[in-house]
């Protein structure tokens, strides 16, 4: 955790905190099942004792996916060990996550995104296989200078403009052309002026690491107008927590910028799209439990915890890859990786294992999640994955070392793929979920209400004409 990390003990230190900082607002933060940050504010003369210990109550009908309005209500209860001051905000606010819990009872609410992943982490450590377990995600995004969206009864069209995008060459602007741009695919670490976001991207770092996000580095991705920076990894909560606020400071850095971020994972035809590689690694104590004397250096248990991975992969798309554009980043034929393969440094398998100099870094990086996923939901279910694949030494079987796009067809028919679709993985978690029900992580309510939640965007998509129906189809 960074240094600038924000937490409190007893309601004493909140109180001195916010007499100290002039604290005007007190921001409660959720996370919704499709992974959206949420809040409600609260004026700092109401929170008192009894609200820093109990939280606050919301009405869980309006949130898609919880309550319905005949028990609508629900508590939000702080977590007071990670808060951090709103960079955007007017008023001096003080934001604290929180878990939601049932008014009545008390009981945590079993389809809370971030209760789910702390019970994994408490199921990790009651198994025995470790105390901590370690994510790392490498979250892709685009921005754009204007988008247009429209999807009514008669008309269905989008239109995203970025003066880096290689369409505008040949556009007259009032202040001139330039020509500086990356060219399709070309977009992988030029320098200025060809890379036109390395200010947006360190103003971006610079409020990160103000809201106690340990931060790295920045870089502009391969495809034109397509960025990522880089933080640190932590635990399961913690990263997931990070992720969220990372993509805050990048939705509204940009907005303050006049631009637009989005984590849409394929909003470009014809270029690559936005992925979020997940590092993973398990500890006990201070031991690296994925360091041992196999595969590059791996140990049975991180074999295994492979296995589990890909046992499973399907079924872990739905939480994963969990939009209906997802599966237009998971082509088979182009460079996403989409076979259920690993490797030490082959960037086309699902798997890849890192080069590390220290036993300490050994771990996995599993290359087929994207952006849009919630982080609290798909770590969660990776780490039971793998934890499943430790429990039944489930062997991943031997390592892909050859370019996996350059196989025959033959050897690559005999590799299974993620899934083609979001239905597809949807069906999938139906099929295969038992692993997630260990240890009441995932409850089989969570899951069929999360199914129920996503068919909802199946459905549309499907049901939807799409412009390019008319181009194919309208004369035949």
């Known amino acids: ?174 202040e001139g052309n330039h020509g500086h741009r990356p060219r399709v695919k070309g977009g992988y670490f030029p320098e200025a002026p060809v890379d036109s976001g390395s200010d947006l991207r360190a103003e971006m770092m610079t409020v990160m690491d103000s809201l106690g996000i340990p931060v790295e580095k920045h870089h502009h991705e391969v495809a034109p107008s397509q960025h990522e920076l880089g933080i640190e990894f932590s635990t399961l909560v913690d990263s997931a927590d990070n992720l969220q606020l990372y993509k805050y400071a990048v939705h509204n850095v940009a907005h303050i910028y006049g631009k637009t971020a989005t984590f849409l994972p394929k909003p470009v035809y014809g270029d690559n799209g936005s992925g979020m590689h997940v590092h993973q690694s398990v500890w006990k104590g201070d031991k690296p439990l994925f360091a041992g004397d196999k595969y590059v250096g791996l140990s049975d248990t991180a074999l295994y915890y492979i296995g589990g991975i890909i046992k499973h992969a399907k079924a872990l798309n739905a939480f994963t890859n969990p939009s209906t554009n997802s599966y237009k980043r998971l082509v088979p034929g182009f460079e996403a990786p989409v076979l259920l393969a690993y490797s030490s440094r082959n960037r086309s398998a699902a798997c890849r294992i890192p080069h590390c100099p220290s036993p300490k870094a050994k771990r996995v990086e599993i290359r087929f999640p994207d952006p849009t996923a919630n982080p609290y939901l798909a770590f969660s279910a990776m780490l039971m994955a793998g934890l499943d694949g430790i429990d039944n030494k489930i062997h991943p079987g031997d390592a892909m070392e050859d370019d996996l796009y350059e196989l025959p067809e033959a050897e690559l028919e005999k590799i299974p793929n993620v899934c083609g679709s979001l239905r597809e993985a949807l069906d999938a978690l139906k099929a295969d979920h038992e692993f997630l029900l260990k240890g009441d992580v995932f409850t089989k309510d969570s899951i069929d209400a999360y199914i129920e939640l996503k068919m909802e965007d199946v459905v549309a998509y499907e049901t939807m004409p799409h412009p390019i129906e008319f181009l194919m189809y309208y004369s035949s």
């Open 1 to 174: 955790m960074s240094d600038k990390a924000i937490s409190f003990k007893s309601y004493n230190e909140f109180k001195k905190f916010s007499e100290e900082h002039d604290i005007q607002f007190v921001g409660f933060e959720f996370t919704d099942p499709k992974g959206k940050l949420q809040h409600t504010d609260q004026h700092i003369r109401t929170v008192d004792k009894d609200m820093f210990e109990n939280g606050v109550m919301i009405d869980g009908s309006s949130i898609a996916g919880w309550k319905a309005i005949n028990e609508s209500d629900m508590c939000l209860v702080p977590d007071w060990t990670k808060c951090f001051m709103d960079p955007f905000a007017a008023q001096p606010t003080l934001k604290v996550f929180c878990v939601v819990k049932e008014p009545t009872s008390g009981d945590s609410y079993e389809r809370c995104p971030r209760t789910i992943a702390k019970k994994a982490e408490t199921y990790l450590k009651d198994s025995g296989h470790g105390d901590n377990a370690y994510f790392g995600p490498e979250a892709e995004f685009f921005v754009f200078d204007d988008v247009h969206m429209k999807a009514d009864m008669n008309e269905v069209s989008y239109k995203i403009d970025s003066q880096e995008g290689p369409y505008n060459s040949g556009t007259a602007y009032e």
